[in-house]
């Protein structure tokens, strides 16, 4: 069993920057894929990104294309979303998930935190 706690949200002017971490207990973290999600108000939950178990994998969606850097520390148990360049857009709930699979598919991932609230204001 995977238990997630994300952190790191908060409100910043759009142009600003957060970075997001996700702490995760239990031993599998280091071999579990990892993922960033997103939903905003009245919408379906969003890829954001992901990374493979040991970095060597990233993928993000289009939107966030060099301005958004996932990472991960297996030492720490952490994975990161280091966030540039916010846009009013990006302003939603952002969730980590683990599983197995490196995939932008939710249903793939088996392990999912609470959520932190990104706020971007114009």
């Known amino acids: 069993q995977v238990q997630l706690v994300e952190s790191g949200g908060g409100l910043v002017q759009a142009g600003g920057s957060l970075r997001l971490s996700c702490a995760a207990s239990?031993?599998?973290?280091?071999?579990?894929?990892m993922g960033w999600f997103r939903q905003a108000p009245g919408k379906e939950r969003e890829f954001v990104s992901a990374?493979?178990?040991?970095?060597?994998?990233?993928y993000y969606t289009d939107s966030v294309k060099g301005r958004f850097t996932i990472s991960r520390d297996n030492a720490k148990n952490t994975v990161y979303l280091q966030m540039n360049s916010l846009k009013p857009e990006d302003t939603a709930v952002y969730y980590c998930?683990?599983?197995?699979?490196?995939?932008?598919?939710?249903?793939?991932?088996?392990?999912w935190g609470q959520g932190t609230q990104v706020t971007i204001s114009s």
């Open positions: 239990g031993r599998t973290f280091s071999s579990s894929a």
């Open positions: 998930a683990a599983g197995v699979l490196t995939t932008t598919r939710p249903s793939a991932y088996h392990y």
């Open positions: 990374i493979n178990w040991n970095g060597g994998t990233t």
